[in-house]
Nanobody, 118 residues
Framework: QVQLVESGGGLVQAGGSLRLSCAAS????????MGWFRQAPGKEREFVAT???????VYSDSVKGRCTISKNNAKNTVYLQMNTLKPEDTAIYYC????????????WGQGTQVTVSS
């Protein structure tokens, strides 16, 4: 089992920045692939970014160039640095984890709200 707790969300003006954090416990963090997803009101949850256990990253087109995923294995924490935020980035952001051998994410956090005002 893996427990994930997100933090760092809040209200920010368009053009601003936020850094989301996700603290993991319960399993060797370095063996997991980690991801960030988001869900806006009335929309389906969508992929934002992922980092493999070896450090490879993939981003959605909507955030590429504005967001950076990173992790600190010593702190069992994954981050999402978000810059040049837009109102359309408003959503609940979820951290997720999966074993490298699986394509689906098995573990999810409770989410943190990000609101970008225009």
């Amino acid at each position: 089992q893996v427990q994930l707790v997100e933090s760092g969300g809040g209200l920010v003006q368009a053009g601003g920045s936020l850094r989301l954090s996700c603290a993991a416990s319960g399993r060797t963090f370095s063996s997991l692939a980690m991801g960030w997803f988001r869900q806006a009101p009335g929309k389906e949850r969508e992929f934002v970014a992922t980092m493999s256990q070896s450090g490879g990253t993939v981003y959605s087109d909507s955030v590429k160039g504005r967001c950076t995923i990173s992790k600190n294995n010593a702190k069992n924490t994954v981050y999402l640095q978000m810059n040049t935020l837009k109102p359309e980035d408003t959503a609940i952001y979820y951290c997720a984890a999966r074993s490298p051998s699986r394509s689906a994410y098995d573990y999810w956090g409770q989410g943190t709200q990000v609101t970008v005002s225009s």
